[in-house]
């Protein structure tokens, strides 16, 4: 017997699912209970952001290259935005956001919230990682801008606009999980975090000039 709460749907609105979900569903009290339902997950959330910073602070000890240490740090910050973005954040809290572009070539950003019981030590190293990193990151920038290390801030500038994309991205999923996502909602990351992640984090092409369109 279908379940007419399963198959409800709000008409004319696109109901978009998250892919392959393994958030712990209302009523799974042994999983809501235990320490840890996903651990490798956890790990994964910590490990290439925690190694990208010791790696910083540490490269100078091993290596004299600044080119060697910059990509091996880019490298375990891109590793660790995309680990973030597209696998931890739905499986450890439920949220998940995404862009895509129609076909009038307009760029729409979604931010989905799943509303399932998560386990409560893995959403709070979630969203402890999450916030820690930029934070310390912002330190490092001080640091680089009082000591006039120039090379050494544009690294940590691109540290910056990865952590605080996901950051960004995953509170405005947390804040749009209790109402509807409006158009005001988008338009805070698209006027706020694209203008300078945009070059750094997704390298995208200029936008396709249409003769249907009046945007520049």
């Known amino acids: 017997m279908n379940n007419p709460a399963m198959n409800s749907a709000t008409p004319g609105v696109p109901q978009v699912p998250l892919l392959d979900d393994d958030t712990i569903a209302f009523g799974d009290e042994d999983n809501a209970n235990k320490e840890f339902v996903h651990p490798y997950i956890v790990i994964f959330h910590l490990v290439f952001r925690c190694a990208a910073i010791v790696v910083y602070v540490l490269c100078g000890w091993f290596s004299d290259s600044f080119i060697a240490s910059f990509v091996l740090v880019v490298l375990l910050l891109s590793a660790d935005f995309w680990t973030v973005k597209n696998i931890t954040g739905r499986l450890l809290v439920g ?122």
Not at 183 to 204: I, Q, W, Y
């Open 95 to 216: 949220l998940r956001w995404w862009n895509y572009v129609d076909d009038d070539g307009k760029s729409h950003w979604v931010f989905e919230a799943k509303q399932n019981r998560v386990n409560s030590n893995e959403s709070r190293l979630f969203w402890m990682g999450l916030v820690l990193c930029p934070v310390v990151w912002a330190v490092f920038f001080v640091f680089c801008l009082f000591g006039l290390k120039f090379q050494w801030m544009l690294l940590v500038l691109i540290a910056l606009t990865l952590s605080g994309a996901n950051l960004v991205g995953y509170v405005k999923c947390k804040l749009g999980a209790k109402q509807s996502l409006s158009s005001a909602t988008t338009e805070f990351v698209r006027a706020r975090l694209l203008p300078g992640a945009a070059g750094f984090v997704f390298a995208a092409p200029a936008p396709r000039s249409t003769a249907n369109t009046g945007v520049i």
